[in-house]
């Protein structure tokens, strides 16, 4: 699987947006571009997911860069509970998730 | 419970000894992972089955042997503990594979277990 590059750690406000950053610039054509979060003494949870275009749910956006080399998971406001590692993970059609390290987001009252 | 359940959630043993840990889901989801989490490394992938009676390796399967005679169930057995195998141990299921030629199945974890071994 490809490997992704992102900041060990990021600070935020809270109720200010947070754009988190990942590199990719090895990634397939195939390689669809995953995010979980980690939330203090809890499993990973699913955040987005997205393979060429921008996505949103109700937890974040993701925004896809023209050429997939890069992509940013968008917090629209976070909040204290956004507080996480947050992982950014690419794979194919393969049925694993290959975690790195992720960026730790902390977020200031 | 509905949901996804690590038991035990805290372990201590020592070096050695076998120690099994649980995995329950009750979604009847087809995939069940084994993960580890140690300080530094992020979370990695032990083993996963993709169904009863299939496993397959993940990125550090030493040390670690799975079972899966149930689709619910996925036990994780330490046969002889070592230090090193002391870390944070993260049991994950999805309904199949992630990408499907239909669909996406995200991974929902367990609350985990902390494992120490002395």
């Known amino acids: 699987d490809a490997k992704t590059t992102q900041p060990n750690s990021m600070e935020s406000n809270e109720e200010e947006p947070v754009h988190l950053p990942c590199n990719h610039s090895?990634?397939?054509?195939?390689?669809?571009i995953h995010w979980y979060r980690q939330l203090p003494s809890q499993g990973p949870e699913y955040v987005i997911h997205?393979?060429?275009s921008n996505v949103n749910n109700r937890m974040a956006s993701l925004a896809i860069a023209e050429d997939r080399k890069s992509s940013t998971l968008i917090l629209h406001r976070a909040t204290l509970r956004d507080a996480a590692v947050y992982y950014c993970?690419?794979?194919?059609?393969?049925?694993?998730?290959?975690f790195g390290t992720g960026t730790r987001l902390q977020v200031f009252p | 419970d509905a949901g996804i359940t690590q038991s035990p959630r805290y372990k201590i043993t020592e070096t050695g000894r076998q120690v099994t840990l649980m995995c329950h889901q009750t979604?009847?989801?087809?995939?069940m992972f084994w993960y580890r989490q140690d300080l530094g490394h992020g979370l990695r992938l032990i083993y996963y089955?993709?169904?009863?009676?299939?496993?397959d390796k993940g990125e550090v399967p030493d040390g670690y042997v799975v079972s899966r005679s149930k689709t619910e169930n996925f036990p994780l057995t330490l046969e002889s503990a070592t230090r090193s195998q002391t870390s944070v141990y993260f049991c994950?299921?999805?309904?199949?594979?992630?990408?499907?030629?239909?669909?996406?199945?995200?991974?929902?974890f367990g609350p985990g277990t902390r494992l120490t071994v002395l």
């Open positions: 994950a299921s999805s309904e199949l594979g992630i990408v499907t030629h239909s669909s996406y199945n995200e991974q929902f």
């Open positions: 090895t990634i397939s054509g195939t390689d669809y």
């Open positions: 997205g393979l060429t």
């Open positions: 993970i690419l794979n194919q059609y393969t049925d694993k998730l290959i």
């Open positions: 979604w009847s989801h087809s995939y």
């Open positions: 089955s993709a169904a009863a009676d299939i496993t």
